[in-house]
C-alpha cells in the first residue's frame, strides 16, 4: 500500500509540473498513511449543537467574481430516513447524495449515521447569465441580471437546483439555447423514437399524454431552441439527480415552479459537460470531482490538471503550495463535494468532520406550492 501511494504521489507531481510551471506539490512522506486512514476516524460529533440548515437554493447578492457557492452540511439519520426522502428534503439530487456518502446504505441508512449533505458547488466556467446546466454534477444554476453593490461590485442572484438528465443513448446535448414558450399543465406528445424504446421495455405509450398525474412533464415546462428539448418538472421526483430521461432536464415539482416564474421567455441556456471544477474562497484554492458521463472517456487527473493550472493564473498564484495526495484522493473519490487542496489546508477528512452539523428536517412538510406533486 506505501508503495502504491509512492507511485500515485509521483504520477500526481509529474502531471502537475507540466501544466503548473512552479507549483509545488509538497505531502510529507509521514503523512501520507495519516491522510488515506483519517475518513475513518474523523467525523462530526454526536453531541454537536444542531443548527439550522443553510439556504441551498437561493443565494443572493453574490459577488459575481464568486467561484464557489453554498457550505457543505451533515445530518445525523434517524431509522426510517432514505436517500430519496434525504436528497428531496435538503434540494439534492439522488446520485449526488449517494456519491458525497460512500459505503452508506440509501435504504436503510441507520440511526445516527452521519449524512454529508454536498449542498456547496463550484460554479463552472461560463458566463453568469442566463440559466446554466452543468451535466455531470446534474445541477442547475441560474442567474439574475447583475447589479452594481453600494461597494461598486458587480453582484448576481443565483439560484441552484438537482436535475435529472438524459440516460446513455438518449443524452442531453451539450451546447447553447435560449427559453421559446412556458407551458403550465403541459400535454406530452412522446416522439416514435421515444415510443418505441418504452414499447421495447413493456411500457407503452399512447401518442398524447394530457395533463395531469401520469403525465412525466409535471405541471411546469420550459420549451428550448434545441429541438425536442425541454426543462420541466416530473410525477416521479425520486429520479431527480440522475440519468432516467429520453434527454430532456428534470427538476423537482416545487424547484421548477419556483424557477418558471422567475425565467423570461428567450433566457439564455447554456448546457456543460464539467466533471471537474476548480475554484477559490478566501484564498483557498478548492477541487471539485464528480463521475464523468458514461460515455466520457477522458483522463480525470488529466482534466484536474488543466483546471488547477487555469485557476492558478486566474488567480496569478503560480508559486501556491497544493497537496499531491489530497488531489488524488478527490479525484479517485469523485465525491462531488468542493475539498480545499493546500498543503496547509484541511485534508479532505479534516474538512468533513468540520462541516455544519444541523438540524433532520427530512420527515417535517416541504415548503412546497400547491402545484407540486407529492409523489
Excluded at 105 to 129: H, M, N, Q, V
Excluded at 278 to 303: C, S, T
Excluded at 306 to 324: H, S, T, W
Amino acid at each position: 500500500m506505501a508503495a502504491q501511494r509512492k507511485v500515485l504521489l509521483s504520477i500526481a507531481i509529474t502531471s502537475f509540473a507540466s501544466l503548473a510551471a512552479g507549483c509545488v506539490f509538497v505531502v510529507p512522506e509521514d503523512q501520507l498513511a495519516g491522510q488515506f486512514a483519517a475518513a475513518e476516524t474523523l467525523g462530526p460529533r454526536h453531541d454537536a449543537e444542531r443548527l439550522p440548515p443553510l439556504e441551498t437554493r437561493r443565494f443572493e447578492n453574490v459577488a459575481e467574481s464568486t467561484e464557489i457557492v453554498g457550505d457543505v452540511q451533515v445530518i445525523f439519520a434517524r431509522y426510517e430516513n432514505t436517500f430519496a426522502k434525504i436528497a428531496r428534503a435538503y434540494d439534492i439530487g439522488y446520485n449526488a447524495l449517494r456519491r458525497a456518502n460512500p459505503g452508506v446504505d440509501d435504504w436503510l441508512p441507520g440511526e445516527g449515521t452521519p449524512i454529508y449533505l454536498p449542498t456547496s458547488s463550484i460554479l463552472p466556467s461560463a458566463p453568469r447569465e442566463g440559466i446554466l446546466i452543468n451535466l455531470p454534477a446534474m445541477r442547475l444554476y441560474h442567474f439574475e441580471p447583475a447589479r452594481d453593490s453600494d461597494e461598486g461590485e458587480r453582484e448576481v442572484t443565483i439560484t441552484m437546483h438537482p436535475i435529472g438528465i438524459g440516460r446513455e443513448g438518449w443524452s442531453t446535448p451539450t451546447g447553447e439555447a435560449t427559453v421559446t414558450e412556458k407551458l403550465v399543465d403541459p400535454t406530452w406528445y412522446p416522439s416514435e423514437a421515444v415510443r418505441r424504446d418504452h414499447a421495447e421495455r413493456g411500457e407503452p405509450l399512447p401518442a398524447v399524454v394530457p395533463p395531469g398525474p401520469d403525465n412525466p412533464l409535471g405541471r411546469h415546462a420550459m420549451l428550448l431552441s434545441i429541438p425536442g428539448y425541454l426543462i420541466h418538472g416530473t410525477n416521479k421526483p425520486s429520479g431527480v439527480g440522475m440519468r432516467v430521461s429520453a434527454g430532456c432536464i428534470r427538476m423537482y415539482p416545487e424547484d421548477i415552479e419556483a424557477l418558471f416564474g422567475r425565467v423570461p421567455r428567450g433566457t439564455k441556456v447554456r448546457i456543460v459537460n464539467e466533471p471537474v471544477l476548480a475554484g477559490w474562497r478566501d484564498g483557498e484554492l478548492y477541487l471539485e470531482v464528480h463521475p464523468p458521463l458514461d460515455e466520457d472517456e477522458r483522463d480525470l487527473m488529466e482534466e484536474a490538471s488543466r483546471v488547477i493550472a487555469a485557476a492558478l493564473e486566474r488567480a496569478g498564484q503560480a508559486g501556491v503550495e497544493l497537496d499531491a495526495a489530497a488531489i488524488q484522493r478527490v479525484v479517485d473519490e469523485r465525491r462531488g463535494i468542493p475539498f480545499p487542496i493546500g498543503v496547509a489546508s484541511r485534508s479532505p477528512a479534516e474538512y468533513l468532520a468540520a462541516a455544519r452539523v444541523v438540524v433532520n428536517t427530512v420527515d417535517e412538510p416541504r415548503p412546497e406550492t400547491a402545484a407540486a406533486l407529492d409523489q
